[in-house]
């Protein structure tokens, strides 16, 4: 049996939900190296990492991002119909992350528009992805296409 996801026209602009948190660990980056072919150093060399602007190593940014996508669609409610997900808007990188973190991601409804197809409606998620002191690394725009209520 399907799963209850809310439609398009039971968004509200400004309505915010936070995630579950998600530790971020050297698993995870080993395994982002070989998925994306990204070996640089500040990722996978400890001593060079520890001599860096960061002073130890740092997870990548695209790998913080995706797994910011999974704790939006898996880990939160209320879970929304989403048929697409159409773009990033001005995302932006604001802190590192480290081995060890855990980060969570607070989704808050922006802007809806109409589609050109009737049975589904834009949406803009104001997103913040934040680490265990709240502070965000990570922040943007989200363009979704969900699901309207069939006429």
Known sequence: MAEERVLWEDLNEG???????????????????GLS???N?????KVAAEESVF???VAHGMLVASIATGLQ????EPKIATAAFMGLKEWQFRGAVFFGDTIRVKRTIG???E????????????IEVLNQDD???????WNMLIRRKQS
């Open 15 to 33: 309505d915010e939900s936070i995630s579950s948190g998600r530790t971020i660990t050297e698993t995870d980056v080993v395994n982002f190296c």
């Open 37 to 39: 072919g990204d070996f």
């Open 41 to 45: 150093w500040f990722h996978v060399d």
């Open 55 to 57: 002073g130890q190593r």
């Open 73 to 76: 669609v898996g880990q939160m």
């Open 111 to 113: 802007e809806k528009s």
């Open 115 to 126: 589609h050109k197809n009737p049975a589904q409606g834009f949406v803009i998620y104001e």
């Open 135 to 141: 502070k965000v690394v990570q922040k943007g725009q």
